[in-house]
């Protein structure tokens, strides 16, 4: 059942549990995504997911009704993906999981890969790395727009800066990652 953010609402005012549930259904996967795409690990994209939805929790009794709840939902996103990137320490984990499914220790020197699949994974790898180092908010920038497609004003609204600033972000964030796999070897210059 597909319900409309001021129903939503409207629900949440007479049974918060109910309305709550219904916000979590409507906008997990979505809040899922853009953590993922952000951390590139499972258990750091839950565990965002999770405090999103705590944050929504504290602040819905003061959420107005003549608002969309999208916009709100993608800035505490944002936000909180932004914090992550600045109180974690980089560590990299040979039992964390590619995009791929498999584990970083399990492509290491596995006979059965092809090369293209080596070819592949490689190429993935190299752009996961490039987008990792870039600075918090360029990566944040980048994934906006080219994983979830968001227009550069969606981008600056959402990020809280002037819409120079997003396209200062993506310019800079392209041409890191370029130089970033051109480095790798995985882009020709």
């Given at each position: 059942m597909?319900?409309?953010?001021?129903?939503?609402?409207?629900?949440?005012?007479?049974?918060?549990h109910?309305?709550?549930?219904?916000?979590?259904?409507?906008?997990?996967?979505?809040?899922?995504?853009?953590?993922?795409?952000?951390?590139?690990?499972?258990?750091?994209?839950?565990?965002?997911?999770?405090?999103?939805?705590?944050?929504?929790?504290?602040?819905?009794d003061?959420?107005?009704?003549?608002?969309?709840?999208?916009p709100?939902?993608?800035?505490?996103?944002?936000?909180?993906?932004?914090?992550?990137?600045?109180?974690?320490?980089?560590?990299?984990?040979?039992?964390?999981?590619?995009?791929?499914?498999?584990?970083?220790?399990?492509?290491?020197?596995?006979?059965?890969?092809?090369?293209?699949?080596?070819?592949?994974?490689?190429?993935?790898?190299?752009?996961?790395?490039?987008?990792?180092?870039?600075?918090p908010?360029?990566?944040?920038?980048?994934?906006?727009?080219?994983?979830?497609?968001?227009?550069?004003?969606?981008?600056?609204?959402?990020?809280?800066?002037?819409?120079?600033?997003?396209?200062?972000?993506?310019?800079?964030?392209?041409?890191?990652?370029?130089?970033?796999?051109?480095?790798?070897?995985?882009?020709?210059?």
């Amino acid at each position: 059942m597909d319900v409309s953010d001021a129903a939503i609402l409207k629900i949440y005012k007479k049974n918060k549990h109910q309305g709550l549930e219904l916000l979590y259904d409507r906008y997990k996967k979505y809040v899922y995504t853009i953590a993922y795409n952000y951390t590139h690990n499972k258990e750091d994209a839950l565990d965002l997911t999770q405090e999103v939805f705590i944050s929504i929790l504290k602040s819905m009794d003061n959420f107005k009704e003549e608002f969309s709840i999208l916009p709100w939902v993608k800035r505490i996103t944002v936000n909180k993906c932004l914090n992550f990137a600045r109180d974690k320490k980089e560590a990299v984990s040979l039992n964390q999981t590619v995009a791929a499914g498999s584990e970083i220790q399990d492509l290491i020197g596995a006979p059965n890969n092809t090369e293209s699949t080596t070819l592949y994974q490689d190429t993935r790898q190299s752009l996961a790395k490039a987008i990792k180092e870039l600075p918090p908010q360029e990566r944040m920038a980048l994934l906006l727009r080219h994983m979830k497609g968001m227009k550069y004003e969606e981008i600056a609204r959402i990020m809280n800066v002037p819409l120079g600033t997003v396209k200062t972000l993506l310019h800079r964030a392209r041409k890191t990652v370029k130089v970033s796999m051109v480095k790798d070897g995985i882009w020709e210059g």
